[in-house]
């Protein structure tokens, strides 16, 4: 069990966070050791390896609520597949633009609308919700800004905005795929999968390796299309959470 003071949390919710990782070494017993926990912690999530129902039960037990199913996945950029023939046509119009100035950032942030991420267990925690998920997510984008430790992409189609990537940047030309997403003036319109198939050719040119990235089944949409372009499952989460008060 690794136990994590999400601090950084405090902002975003109000509350002192503490963030849980099981392993398969854990047992029931091994929960006890949160006990002093539920009277330090505001809210507590746990991240609970696939297959171990008996420590899900448990953590129920407890008073902990099931959030999500977490699939963490990768690609590997250097045998990315050629474009699809039925996406080639929209991909080959799709640009980028990496975002350097603070005003470039500020009026990408104006484009993320408050409903445009509400799949994710913040979104979907009757505790937390959409606003707080929406703030959540423009101050990790700023963080990420101003560390000098990000890849922020921005997406036109025929001089429309159409999307954003946020990346980290880890080693060996190495990214995670923080946050993804075409803009809601967009979507139904058949572009999503021609934005993250051309931003793969786009990565591999500028010299990039693999892209790992996290997805909700609550988010079957992202699923599908992480599948399509070439994401592969690598691990398989169950998330909880417990409010203490």
């Given at each position: 069990m690794?136990?994590?003071d ?55 037990e ?11 996945m ?19 119009q ?19 609308d ?7 267990r ?30 922020i992409?921005?997406a ?50 500028e ?5 790992n ?12 299309a ?20």
């Open positions: 690794k136990k994590i999400a601090f950084w949390e405090q902002r975003n919710f109000n509350k002192k966070v503490l963030e849980v990782e099981l392993d398969d070494d854990d047992s029931n017993d091994s929960l006890n050791d949160l006990a002093d926990d539920y009277s330090s912690y505001d809210y507590i999530v746990a991240k609970v390896p696939k297959c171990r129902m008996d420590l899900v039960h448990g953590l129920e407890s008073g902990f609520r099931f959030m999500e199913t977490q699939l963490e990768t690609m590997n950029l250097l045998k990315i597949e050629e474009t699809s023939r039925f996406t080639k046509a929209i991909s080959e799709i640009q980028f633009q990496t975002i350097e100035t603070i005003e470039c950032l500020e009026e990408l942030l104006s484009n993320i408050k409903d445009l991420f509400v799949t994710d913040v979104s979907l925690d009757p505790v937390l919700g959409t606003d707080l998920a929406h703030m959540r997510y423009h101050n990790w984008i700023r963080d990420g800004f101003l560390s000098g430790n990000a890849l992409i921005e036109t189609f025929k001089s429309q905005k159409i999307g954003f990537f946020y990346f980290l940047k880890r080693k060996d030309k190495t990214l995670d795929a923080v946050l993804v997403s075409v803009y809601k003036k967009v979507r139904r319109k058949a572009i999503g999968l021609s934005f993250l198939e051309e931003i793969r050719s786009w990565l591999a040119n010299g990039y390796t693999r892209v990235t996290k997805v909700s089944t609550n988010n079957l949409e992202a699923l599908r992480n599948l399509f372009v070439s994401f592969e499952i690598r691990e398989i989460y169950y998330i909880l959470r417990k409010v203490t008060r």
